[in-house]
């Protein structure tokens, strides 16, 4: 099993739709979450941090699920600059904290 | 402007010409990276620092050196590159290592090997 799974897409939605993707990850001691964003050969950015109690950023809800070591990202009303790939990272706990990337959902919001 | 900067940013060489690609960022951040992305493969660690003078291997490190003599810098050295090196590379940075700070990448250095 990989130790972050997402699946890559691509989401055909159309504007306006709302979308949800999930990550899973196989370590259940992992310490911290995040989305990335990466536009089309372009450097990933941060979207945002995935707390315990899940959090909302305008159209962008994220939440934890540490019982089914999976977390989630939701966008509501689609916009066309939303298309991207959305990449789940995933921090191990202890001294190494390393980071583990998954390969991204592809989206892609249709006019 | 707070930001990552790579150069350069298109590189075709050939097999065992040596190659630097530099990193630098100006925010004074103590932790430095380098990643590799291909397709099917993701974004995956190189090197990694977490201070001037500290460096220490990522997941892939065959084939490449790094060097961390100032904050700011974090060159990345292919001494006899390949063609499997090939790829798409991003520098990153975050203000320290340990807490859950986010990485600011540059904007990634496409290198072909042939």
């Known amino acids: 099993r990989k130790e972050v799974e997402q699946d890559p897409g691509p989401f055909n939605v159309p504007e306006g739709a709302t979308v949800a993707f999930n990550c899973t990850y196989s370590n259940s001691a992992s310490q911290s979450f995040f989305w990335y964003r990466q536009d089309c050969r372009k450097e990933p950015k941060l979207l945002m941090s995935?707390?315990?109690?899940?959090n909302e950023d305008g159209r962008f809800t994220a939440q934890l699920n540490r019982a089914s070591q999976y977390i989630s990202l939701l966008i509501r009303d689609s916009k066309l600059s939303d298309s991207a790939t959305y990449l789940c990272v995933v921090k191990e706990a202890g001294n190494n904290r390393k980071l583990i990337w998954g390969l991204g959902t592809s989206l892609a919001v249709n006019p | 402007e707070a930001q990552v900067t790579q150069n350069p940013r298109y590189l075709i060489t050939v097999t065992g010409k040596k190659l630097t690609v530099t990193c630098s960022q100006n925010m004074n951040h103590e932790y430095m990276s380098w990643y590799r992305q291909d397709p099917g493969l993701g974004l995956r660690q190189i090197y990694y620092?977490?201070?001037?003078?500290?460096?220490d291997k990522g997941d892939v490190p065959e084939g490449y050196k790094v060097s961390r003599k100032e904050k700011r810098n974090f060159p990345l050295i292919l001494e006899s590159p390949s063609p499997n090196q090939t790829s798409l590379y991003f520098c990153?940075?975050?203000?320290?290592?340990?807490?859950?700070?986010?990485?600011?990448f540059g904007p990634g250095t496409r290198l072909t090997v042939t």
């Open positions: 990153a940075s975050s203000p320290r290592w340990g807490g859950s700070d986010e990485q600011y």
């Open positions: 620092s977490m201070n001037v003078e500290v460096t």
């Open positions: 995935v707390y315990s109690s899940g």
